[in-house]
């Protein structure tokens, strides 16, 4: 049991598993309904709302983000005919560029159905909606066979989970041996840095993102290990981090006007959350990471690739 942290895992941990679930359905929901022209303005080609992977602050957002994708592919290593269930798929970023590369069959899950329709409409696009199936649903709805999965990824999803226990149970349960699972995500630290029930906190986590919970990185993997998972593999993506926000404000700056006259007020939510996220990041009062596991040894994988993380701190 992950004690509550912030008043929203405090009411969180009060409402039955149903309740919270329909909690997350219609709170986080609401972020991701809004126009997906206006990620489109601010996020990158395909639609990444996540870190991507920086060598040098001076690169790209694209580079970024296609360094990123290309890093995940790697990761999840999809051979022809396997099954890839991406958890919190959004407008398709990862997804539909690892269908494009590899020749699996490919379940996504959104709460939005916004994102759902752009999903779908990307794929047609790409020539790979064949192999492609999007589900409007929260993950603890869906039914999963028993290993019936060889790779899980939650890239800027599980954050916003509230039971995750059970949602680690589960997607070991689903995964075959030898699957893999991907994360990447916020956490917090373990010994807390900063005041986490500021309201700069609560304007992030609530308002702006419907409901977010960062547990600490040691915690994510004792869940993972606990569902019966081995961890092969943690990348911290902090910094990453920080200088992909600093290109979503660029853009939401540079865009307002546009913005606004989809969804009024909509860039002055985007600028704060983002300015004060990017600040956490930059302070380390929050740390992002990326987490392998395997179930059971998977293929044997030998040697330790480069690092990611930028040459330069920001
Ligand atoms: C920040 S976006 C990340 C999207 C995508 N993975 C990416 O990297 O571009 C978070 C996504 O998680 C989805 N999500 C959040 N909670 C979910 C849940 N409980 N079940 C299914 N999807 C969920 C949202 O609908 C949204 O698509």
Request: charged fraction near 30%; proline fraction near 4%.
């Amino acid at each position: 049991m992950i004690a509550p942290r912030t008043r929203a895992e405090r009411e969180a941990a009060v409402r039955t598993p149903e309740e919270q679930r329909e909690h997350e359905r219609r709170e986080v929901a609401a972020h991701y309904q809004n126009d997906p022209e206006i990620f489109s303005m601010v996020l990158d080609s395909r639609l990444a709302y996540a870190t991507g992977i920086f060598l040098d602050p001076a690169e790209s957002l694209e580079a970024a983000q296609e360094r990123k994708y290309d890093w995940v592919r790697r990761e999840l290593d999809i051979h022809p005919g396997e099954r890839v269930l991406d958890v919190g798929c959004g407008w398709g970023s990862n997804l539909i560029y690892l269908a494009e590369r590899t020749g699996g069959s490919f379940q996504g899950v959104t709460l939005s159905d916004k994102q759902r329709q752009e999903a779908l409409r990307r794929a047609d696009r790409a020539g790979v909606a064949s192999r492609v199936r999007i589900d409007l649903a929260h993950i603890e709805d869906i039914d999963l066979a028993p290993e019936s999965l060889d790779a899980v990824l939650f890239v800027g999803s599980i954050v916003h989970m509230h039971n995750r226990e059970r949602i680690h149970q589960k997607i070991a349960a689903a995964l075959r041996p030898g699957g893999r699972l991907l994360i990447s995500d916020c956490y917090f630290p373990a010994r807390a840095r900063g005041d986490r029930e500021s309201a700069a906190t609560q304007y992030i986590f609530v308002e702006a993102l419907g409901y977010c919970r960062l547990i600490s990185l040691a915690e994510e993997l004792g869940l993972i290990e606990q569902a019966g998972l081995d961890v092969r593999r943690v990348e911290d993506l902090t910094s990453s981090y920080v200088h992909t926000v600093a290109r979503w404000i660029d853009n939401v700056r540079a865009n307002r006007a546009r913005i606004d006259a989809r969804a009024p007020g909509f860039s002055r939510l985007l600028q704060t959350y983002m300015t004060v996220g990017r600040l956490s990041f930059a302070r380390r009062t929050a740390l992002e990471y990326m987490i392998v596991a395997t179930k059971g040894g998977g293929r044997e994988r030998l040697g330790v690739a480069p690092s990611p993380e930028p040459r330069q701190a920001p």
